[in-house]
């Protein structure tokens, strides 16, 4: 087949004779080897993926990160320094975290796989002159395929006949109302407008239709958009960046820190050069936070787990912590905020007006109809409306399987009629018995009405009709007033149109109702089978009007509250109406009514300047296509904004795949939306997304207490070593390498990851997000680690190593470094600081609250790894194995008595300086 340079839309305005020529098929279809050649051809009607994951590149990531190569080279240091147990040690830690961070990966990476089933897996085609179904990957362009209700449609494709055809786009589009499509060619409104084009990864909800396909697989603008999303380039998150950042502090600070001692060994204690680089390189080890990217992957892969108990399943451990940086969520607006389920709330009568609710119908402020069913038996104005809505209809609900929701076959809007019956008390099923339909007038998009004939109990006929309220109040000459027919006042014209105007200001849809008895008037014919529009149609008795919006997730609310609070603006960016959005948009609080409501003509004649102002006000987007939510989500970035997207739709995909964080629907989301996105939403729960930052801003505080806590106990560390060099070795080193080493990869490491996991604290969800420019290391954390609980453990470690040596006739006898009090002294230096360090486990647990407000017990991680510590330390002191090793002894109990009191002053003094925090804060 010869390579057309027409565009789809181009395909839609040829003439039929023309279209046919140019695909080189026919009505009849293609041949069974024309359809093989163009296969071979084109290739098959799928979504290829162009970027294919590698396993061995996502496991080896896990191991060449600037923290891992760190640890890689901690281990060989050690190694170099004759400490080949701790060297091996590190090694296996680094090896142990970064398995348990592809693993954690790789399984919700399956976990999504297994979300995807976008196209349809058949298609009923013409080939070689007969109906036959094939696997929807064999479709090819020229092929002429059938499309009836309910049916997926897997091609972009010219409609040739059609019936009654209404399509969901909202794949596409993001606009829940179902479009009319027809044979005839008619340009609508925006993109995917065409009237006889339809479009792959769409919906057929009503009526039937003969199209021929002119694009298929990637070259669909469902293709179109997901090879944009796939060729985008990945951005790194904003925890890797960060950590990349504290990588390199923490790196030149321990290689500052041993030139130092390097430089003062030479000059202060007089060791020879050899021996001063080992003794330096011992300390750069020491200074290594080993148990930093254990704790981080820990951290994030229990906030995963937790956040997979609240249907969100995260692709990445790290988009946890980015979703706690968030400062802007760009939601779409069908399905994610509101149920993307068409509902009626009012109905206007030309004496009454009912609010719908789901309890039942409120009138003039007092609920009636409640617990009573409708009277069928009575025809006031009110169940004349109720029974056309029920009737004048093809749509059908079918009941869902236990908990499930009922199944919609037809449109939305329709659907929402039958379901105000059903609040109504009317029984759909009895109720067409009594009233069978004997003729229809299908809807069509240019009359924009649909109607339908129904013999009554009584055997007559009656003509019942719903439509658009210009073209159906046009056909009016009557009006039901009161259960009373009398003539339609130029007075009654204005008010319904009044009545119509002021529902459309809210950003409501309004459907209009009408009848006519069959009784041989004004010209209609003597058998209902002879019906037509022209003679049917006209002269009729006007009703009232429904009025219907696609209501707002009931948990909306409290989770938009929660942004407020937490300072997080929502962008509401869609492909609804203007008058929609904003209503929508108000209603749940996003915005105020002053807000800006900028459509995507307006958008697309605006520079990106004007662009990136615009999005730091009050703005609601409306009636925009794909590329422009890509730039919605590039201005907010280039404003240093953290930018969430949600969505479900193709549409979504570039803006999913160029935001921090990418946030897609699992239930009704496209598969090309879930593969762009960092995270899914398993129940399409906006609410989710809230407990997802709170989740990411708990991550983030647990690592910055992390940190606290591991660099507090470098101070206690140093000391000693400073005492050793400026005393120019005339006091013996109180505590060795290999003993630093243990408490950094021994005792330290439980309780560290113990912090990782703490619950976060209460008010997290009432701070504004941080500055971009923040930082895990800052000046807070580094006074308190080295100026307020490095300093106490410092001055109790040294007071430990000088008090045992006092017992044992210090000052006047001088300081060894060797001998059983040497090696006594290091044993309680080393005891204190691991007792300095379970109040400090305790202490970094909350940064204002009370630890005994969140439950002193409630972190059982933590309590086990001191547990832990403590039974390490035990072993230390009495195994003779490990005290040759690491220069230990066993201590008496009264030095035990002394140990265990050691954390209770350090917990108090705590406590009271937060007090006074929280009280200077108030």
């Known amino acids: 087949m010869a390579q057309s340079k027409l565009i789809t839309d181009d395909y839609a305005q040829l003439t039929a004779t023309k279209f046919y020529d140019d695909l080189q098929t026919k009505q009849t279809g293609l041949t069974a080897a024309q359809a093989a050649q163009r296969l071979q051809q084109v290739g098959p009607n799928t979504i290829q993926q162009t970027q294919s994951r590698s396993q061995l590149k996502a496991f080896l990531k896990n191991f060449t990160s600037l923290m891992a190569l760190l640890l890689w080279v901690s281990g060989l240091i050690a190694m170099f320094t004759g400490m080949l147990e701790l060297g091996i040690a590190i090694w296996a830690v680094n090896l142990i975290n970064g398995c348990f961070s592809f693993w954690q990966e790789h399984a919700a990476q399956k976990a999504t796989d297994s979300l995807k089933a976008m196209l349809p897996t058949y ?244 609920l009636t109809l409640t617990d009573q069913p409708v009277d069928l038996t009575s025809d006031n104005d009110f169940t004349l409306l109720l029974r056309i809505a029920a009737l004048d209809n093809d749509t059908d609900i079918k009941p869902g399987q236990t908990t499930a929701k009922p199944k919609i076959m037809g449109t939305p809007t329709e659907a929402a009629h039958l379901i105000l019956a059903q609040k109504a008390g009317l029984d759909l099923d009895q109720l067409r018995q009594t009233y069978p339909r004997i003729q229809e007038l299908p809807f069509d998009s240019d009359r924009k009405r649909m109607t339908t004939l129904h013999t009554q109990p009584d055997g007559t006929t009656v003509i019942y009709v719903k439509g658009a309220l210009d073209s159906t109040l046009a056909l009016c000459d009557t009006i039901l007033d009161h259960g009373t027919v009398r003539p339609l006042t130029t007075a009654d014209t204005e008010r319904i149109n009044q009545a119509n105007q002021h529902y459309a200001a809210q950003g409501l849809r309004s459907l209009a109702f009408a009848y006519r008895p069959f009784d041989g008037s004004h010209d209609l014919p003597d058998d209902p089978a002879n019906c037509t529009i022209a003679n049917t149609e006209q002269h009729l008795t006007f009703i009232g009007l429904t009025v219907m919006a696609d209501p707002p997730r009931p948990e909306i609310y409290a989770a938009v509250e929660k942004c407020r609070r937490a300072q997080i603006r929502i962008i509401m960016v869609t492909g609804d109406s203007p008058l929609t959005a904003k209503s929508v948009a108000t209603k749940i609080g996003i915005t105020s009514d002053q807000a800006r409501v900028v459509t995507g003509d307006e958008l697309s004649a605006m520079s990106d300047d004007a662009l990136q102002t615009a999005v730091k006000g009050e703005v609601i987007f409306a009636r925009v296509a794909p590329e422009q939510k890509y730039r919605i989500v590039q201005a907010n970035q280039h404003n240093g904004e953290i930018v969430a997207s949600t969505g479900d739709g193709v549409n979504d995909a570039p803006a999913l795949k160029q935001a921090d964080i990418g946030i897609a629907m699992g239930v009704t989301g496209t598969d090309v939306a879930k593969d762009a996105a960092d995270m899914i939403l398993t129940d399409d729960n906006f609410a989710s997304i809230v407990a997802a930052i709170e989740e990411g801003r708990t991550v983030y505080s647990n690592l910055q207490k992390f940190l606290l806590y591991i660099l507090n106990s470098n101070v206690p560390e140093a000391i000693p070593s400073v005492l050793f060099l400026f005393s120019r070795g005339l006091i013996p080193l109180p505590l060795t390498v290999m003993q630093i080493l243990t408490v950094d990869l021994g005792t330290d490491m439980l309780p560290a990851l113990g912090l990782g996991a703490e619950a976060g604290e209460p008010g997290v969800m009432d701070q504004p997000p941080r500055a971009r420019d923040a930082h895990l290391l800052n000046k807070t954390i580094i006074w308190k680690a080295f100026g307020w609980y490095g300093l106490f453990a410092s001055a109790l470690s040294t007071f430990a190593y000088f008090f045992v040596n006092w017992t044992n006739g210090w000052p006047q006898v001088a300081l060894s470094a060797s001998g059983n009090t040497y090696v006594l002294a290091t044993t309680m230096t080393l005891a204190a600081i691991v007792f300095c360090q379970i109040a400090a486990a305790i202490n970094c647990r909350t940064t204002y609250n009370s630890v005994f407000t969140v439950g002193l017990f409630s972190n059982r991680r933590i309590w086990w790894g001191i547990l832990f510590e403590v039974v390490l330390l035990a072993a230390l002191m009495y195994v003779p194995v490990l005290q040759g090793l690491f220069n230990t002894t066993a201590i008496a109990s009264r030095d035990w008595a002394f140990l265990l009191c050691l954390p209770i002053p350090l917990v108090l003094i705590e406590e009271g300086r937060k007090a006074l925090v929280r009280h200077w804060q108030a």
């Open 123 to 366: 298609t009923q085609v013409l080939r070689d002159g007969h109906t036959q179904q094939i696997n929807a990957t064999e479709l090819v362009p020229g092929d002429v395929f059938l499309i009836q209700a309910g049916n997926s449609i897997s091609a972009d494709a010219r409609i040739m006949q059609a019936t009654s055809l209404q399509v969901d786009e909202s794949a596409l589009t993001g606009e829940s109302l179902a479009v009319d499509k027809q044979a005839a060619y008619a340009k609508g409104e925006g993109r995917f407008a065409e009237r006889n084009i339809v479009y792959a990864g769409t919906v057929a909800v009503s009526g039937t239709a003969t199209a021929v396909a002119v694009q298929t697989g990637m070259q669909t603008e469902f293709g179109q958009i997901a090879a944009l999303t796939q060729h985008q380039k990945t951005t790194v998150s904003p925890l890797t960046t960060e950590l990349n950042r504290l990588t390199r502090q923490i790196s030149l600070i321990a290689i500052l820190i041993g030139l130092v001692f390097f430089v003062a060994a030479i000059f202060f204690v007089h060791y020879p050069i050899a021996k001063s680089f080992i003794f330096a390189l011992g300390m750069i080890v020491a200074f290594i936070p080993e148990g930093l990217l254990p704790t981080v992957t820990l951290s994030l892969a229990q906030g995963v787990t937790r956040m997979s108990k609240r249907h969100a399943l995260v692709k990445e451990l790290s988009s946890v912590e980015t979703l706690g940086e968030t400062t802007v969520i760009c939601s779409d607006k069908t399905g994610t905020l509101t149920q993307n389920q068409m509902t009626i709330n009012h109905v206007w009568l030309p004496q009454q007006t009912y609010k719908v609710s789901g309890e039942g119908y409120v009138n003039n402020g007092h």
